[in-house]
Each structure stands twice: as C-alpha cells, then as structure tokens.
T-cell receptor, first 114, second 113 residues
C-alpha cells in the first residue's frame, strides 16, 4: 500500500514565477492538508481540502491556492513566487471519518526560489 | 493563538543514554498531541499520538507523557542509539480544528557512538 506521495521531489524557480506541487493521499484517505516548512522551523499549516473544497486555511496570502480532485489527490499552486517561499512543502492525509486522528505525511517537495 | 515551544533546539548525547525531550503549549484545550520524527530533508513520521484523555503512550523504547493542565509533554527515549539521531517535533490539534496541527520548531538530536 503506497503511502502519501508528492511530486516533484525538488524544484528550482525564479522570483515572480508560478509553481504547482502535487500530492496523492494514502489509499482510503479523503482529506489532504498542506504545510510549509522553512529551514530550521516547524511546519506551518497552509490549508486543508475535503470533498474538493477548502475547509480550513492558515495565515497564508492568496498567492497560495489549491485544488482537490475527485480521486482525492491535490495540488498546491503558488503565484508570484518570492524568495521567502523557499521551503519544504509537505502534504498530509487523513483516513475517512477520522479527521482528528494522526495524519500521514509525504516526503515533501523542496522548493528553491532564486 | 496556540503556540508550541520545544527547548533546547539541539541536543547531543552519548550512545546508551536515556533522554527526555520537552514540549510545551499555551492552550490546554487540545484534542491530541503527537510526536513526529524527521530525518534531514525528509517528511514526517508519526511516533506517538496521545489523546487529550490519556496520560501517556508507549512504543518500544519511546514513551510520551501528557499533562494538559500544565501544558507540557515529554518524549522519553530509552537507551539511545546513533540511529535515533533526527529532529523530533511535537504538534497539537484543537477540538473542532479538523486535524490542523500546530507544530513546535523541533529538537535536533545527535547520538554519538
């Protein structure tokens, strides 16, 4: 059983560009959350998707947007990239009906903005 | 606003030592608390989850305790090994927060052979 998968593993962009990161949840999971982890910091909650809708959002600007597809996979889009967007982006999923249980994290996408 | 603190930021111990990692949080009305392990450049692996109604959880050489009233949790690692070297993060979720996690910055542990 595959766990949470993310693509790509690494990405280099320049300021002002746009980026799309992808996540496939663990089998049987329907809720996907995205986190940003800057170097030396703990992960910060960006937003969560359930039933193809954004259910909750952290303190991130509108440049950060997302989408969830009918197969529960998800995308994170970041527009007008800033140097400060360089970070490890983590995706996590929850099992159906267990929204308060442990989240399973993917390996992350390392984004470098030059 | 919930804040999670982990001090110190880094710790170096000799192999075989028993050690305690600390975590504190400001809002005691948590739903659960989790400890995660993160290897350099990698994702997070859940180690232990403690529900708010529980006092501790154990898995192998790991034991996590929770004291909601004081806003503290500890992760106890027995007989540390070089393979335990990693960053350990604690995270809390609040009731009704739909599993959104608030993390500390983590403690980077180095176990010397």
């Amino acid at each position: 059983d595959a766990g949470v998968t993310q693509s790509p593993t690494h990405l280099i962009k320049t300021r002002g560009q746009q980026v799309t990161l992808r996540c496939s949840p663990k089998s049987g999971h329907d809720t996907v959350s995205w986190y940003q982890q800057a170097l030396g910091q703990g992960p910060q909650f960006i937003f969560q998707y359930y039933e193809e809708e954004e259910r909750q959002r952290g303190n991130f600007p509108d440049r950060f947007s997302g989408h969830q597809f009918p197969n529960y996979s998800s995308e994170l889009n970041v527009n007008a990239l800033l140097l400060g967007d360089s970070a490890l982006y983590l995706c996590a999923s929850n099992p159906v009906g267990h929204h308060q249980e442990t989240q399973y994290f993917g390996p992350g996408t390392r984004l470098l903005v030059l | 606003k919930q804040e999670v603190t982990q001090i110190p930021a880094a710790l170096s111990v000799p192999e075989g030592e028993n050690l305690v990692l600390n975590c504190s949080f400001t809002d005691s009305a948590i739903y659960n608390l989790q400890w995660f392990r993160q290897d350099p450049g990698k994702g997070l692996t859940s180690l232990l989850l403690i529900q708010s109604s529980q006092r501790e959880q154990t898995s192998g050489r790991l034991n996590a305790s929770l004291d909601k009233s004081s806003g503290r949790s500890t992760l106890y690692i027995a007989a540390s090994q070089p393979g335990d070297s990693a960053t350990y993060l604690c995270a809390v979720s609040l009731p009704g927060a739909n599993s959104k996690l608030t993390f500390g910055k983590g403690i980077t542990l180095s176990v010397r052979p």
